[in-house]
């Protein structure tokens, strides 16, 4: 059942754990997410970017999330980092239940500017409004923001945000970053700035470039073919603890990227006579199912539907 962020986030908030949120660009990937949140009863939030928009159409992507979200467990569609307003409008008018307004990297003022439009656009349909202040470094699809660009998020400006936007939930920064090099150095999260957070921000709290890159999935696709230099995520305790100290909607791209991408290879290189596109994608999208249950067990929202 479709269902909006505010909804599956204020369960969350109640019980304590996070909400995993995949990115999906094809039926495979989508179908390894329903059956790994089915089998394990977890809600999801089902993400789609402006670029995977981009490549398989809106209509398209709505169309199978309606499907999938005939399952046992509560499903959000959300946009995630919307950058333009007609995109974001758009997401609006065609099904989604909650979208992202990605203006961080503009001046604080409009940033501010920017979300309350998006607000009042998304709450007349009853639509949940995720918005983002403090920039993540890194590319993220279709948003690249630079080393010089990123900056964490102020506490007390997180605060003064999310009073003048209504916004309904609040993606920070906290030391993430986009794409499978996540950390120069060793993997570490300002704890201190997110316990300050949580205690002056009162909606739930959004982790933005938090995919796991586990290396199993980086050697194999290296293995294969794949350039992956300085691939680096966030380990599952260093998760854990940010979820302890408050954060509720978990972001997860990379991870799948890899896996798929390392099975793929694998499947390629192994089976030189497979030509159907379900041989070589189905193996894919099995390991995918096993790197998405893997998430799930450790956002802690196992049986919670």
């Known amino acids: 059942m479709l269902v909006t962020l505010k909804k599956v986030l ?8 996070a909400v995993p949120a995949f990115n999906i660009n094809n039926m495979e990937i989508l179908q390894a997410i329903i059956r790994g ?18 490549y398989a159409g809106m209509d398209y992507l709505v169309a199978m999330v309606n499907v999938a979200a005939k399952a046992s467990v509560p ?20 099904g989604y239940t909650s979208v992202m307004i990605d203006a961080s990297t503009f001046p604080y003022g409009q940033n501010i500017k920017k979300t309350k439009e998006v607000v009042a656009m998304a709450h007349r349909k009853g639509v949940s409004v995720e918005a983002e202040i403090g920039a993540i470094e890194g590319i993220e699809d279709l948003v690249s923001v630079s080393e010089k660009q990123a900056f964490f998020t102020d506490p007390e400006q997180a605060k003064d945000f999310v009073k003048k936007t209504g916004c309904d939930a609040l993606a920070i920064s906290i ?38 890159v586990d290396q199993k999935y980086v050697q194999k696709a290296k293995k294969y073919g794949a350039k992956l230099t300085n691939a680096r995520g966030l380990g599952d305790i260093l998760l854990k603890n940010a979820i302890k100290f408050g954060i509720r909607k978990v972001n997860t791209d990379t991870d799948l990227r890899l896996a798929f991408n390392a099975t793929l290879r694998e499947t390629v290189a192994k089976d030189k006579g497979a030509y159907d596109p ?12 096993r790197a998405v249950e893997h998430r799930i067990i450790v956002c802690g929202s196992r049986n919670k539907v």
């Open 75 to 94: 499903v959000v569609l959300h946009l995630d980092h919307g950058k333009d307003l007609k995109v974001i409008k758009q997401a609006i008018d065609s």
């Open 37 to 54: 949140v089915v089998k394990l009863k977890s809600p999801v939030i089902i993400q789609t970017s402006e670029g995977a928009i981009q």
């Open 175 to 212: 030391g993430t970053a986009h794409g499978p090099c996540k950390f120069k150095g060793k993997p570490r999260l300002d704890f201190n700035r997110l316990k300050e957070i949580k205690e002056l921000v009162k909606v739930p709290l959004v982790l933005h470039g938090a995919s796991q």
């Open 278 to 289: 379900r041989k070589l994608l189905g193996p894919a999208r099995d390991e995918l199912q």
């Open 10 to 17: 204020t369960d969350a908030e109640r019980g304590k754990y």
